[in-house]
């Protein structure tokens, strides 16, 4: 997948993210803004929007809006090497340095997204090397193939890829893909997963099995575990934790067409001898009767950060790293 096989999303964006007199060195005073950023990017319209993910009771706010240029085929992403971009919602990984692949393609940084992700696996979905990176030659971007150019990725210029690599760091960066922008997010549906998501939460913090376990789907599955296996480890937790203490904070919801996320920082600690502080991401999806239910979780590390920014600009940068490609 790349480059003889990488289907890579080259996004494009503006060159307008650096703002006059503000540096690392000298950076705002006033008007500072905290809140968790992703990337809405839109197939059909060919641009990508840089938003805020507050919680559901606030608007989003968009801070940026860019054009992209996708793969050279048209849908949803299927197989390995079909060129089309795939529909989602990734992760980033650690940037990239690709200074060592082609320059007229590639650029000079890349950021790779985590696809295949669980639900890809789950929808049977093959591929792998999907990045945001440079267009390499920005003339690329000037051909009349309306923004059909890639093996399956996106391309900013050069220079606008340069430019937000602050906005997506390593671990920290969200980005969903769908034919359209309003399709990502609509207010309809964020306050009812969020409201699911705490009642989840909270089932699990008393302990009640019946009200946690009712939140699952019939195809739930995690680390080889179907609802039902899940469901007798998670009973033999509840009974060997007499003393367990769950909290939750920064929980935002990202709805998509094909499934939704819910992610938040979580602190377990049980019987004060195993403790866990880190991220829970949960995918939800909706059932033939429009109910949501949860197919999938993981948990890392990493916690969610939510990003200072200034007139559309974050507070810290993000270098590139050296990696090898596969």
């Known amino acids: 997948m790349y480059p003889s096989s990488l289907s890579c999303m080259l996004f ?31 197939k059909t319209e060919r641009k990508a929007e840089l938003r805020t993910l507050p919680p559901a009771s606030e ?5 940026h809006t860019f ?120 207010t309809t549906d964020q306050k009812e997963l969020e409201s699911l998501t705490q009642n989840w939460f909270t089932a699990w913090a008393k302990k009640d099995h019946a009200t946690y376990m009712s939140h699952y789907s019939p195809d739930f599955s995690m680390e080889g575990k179907d609802k039902k296996s899940f469901a007798a480890y998670k009973k033999s937790l509840f009974a060997r934790y007499h003393k367990m203490s769950l909290v939750m904070d920064t929980l935002r919801v990202l709805i998509h067409p094909k499934y939704a996320v819910a992610m938040m920082n979580q602190y377990f600690s049980g019987n004060k001898t195993f403790t866990a502080d880190g ?10 009767e429009g109910k949501w239910l949860i197919t999938g979780e993981t948990f ?8 200072q920014y200034s007139l559309g600009q974050p507070m810290a940068s993000q270098e590139g790293k050296k990696e090898t490609r596969e």
């Not at 608007?59 to 801070?63: A, D, E, G, K, T």
């Not at 210029?157 to 359209?180: A, C, F, K, Y």
């Not at 991220?279 to 033939?288: D, G, P, S």
């Open 279 to 288: 991220r829970k991401i949960v995918y939800w999806q909706k059932n033939a």
């Open 300 to 307: 890392g590390t990493k916690r969610f950060e939510p990003m």
């Open 67 to 186: 054009p992209i240029a996708i793969g050279k085929k048209l849908g949803d992403k299927e197989k390995s090497g079909d060129f089309k971009t795939p529909e989602g919602i990734y992760f980033t990984g650690p940037h990239l340095d690709t200074s060592r692949l082609s320059q007229i393609e590639y650029g000079t940084r890349a950021i790779p997204l985590d696809f295949p992700n669980l639900m890809d696996r789950r929808f049977n979905v093959t591929g792998y090397g999907i990045w945001l990176h440079g267009a390499g030659d920005n003339k690329r971007m000037e051909s009349d193939q309306e923004g059909l150019v890639t093996r399956g990725c996106v391309v900013y210029s050069n220079e606008d890829l340069l430019s937000l690599l602050p906005w997506l760091p390593p671990h920290q960066g969200i980005v969903s893909i769908s034919e359209r922008l309003d399709q990502i997010n609509p």
């Open 12 to 42: 494009f964006f503006l060159a307008g993210l650096s703002f006059p007199g503000f540096s690392k060195e000298n950076p705002p005073q006033k008007n500072l803004y905290q809140e968790i950023i992703y990337v809405a990017v839109s």
């Open 59 to 63: 608007p989003s706010r968009v801070l």
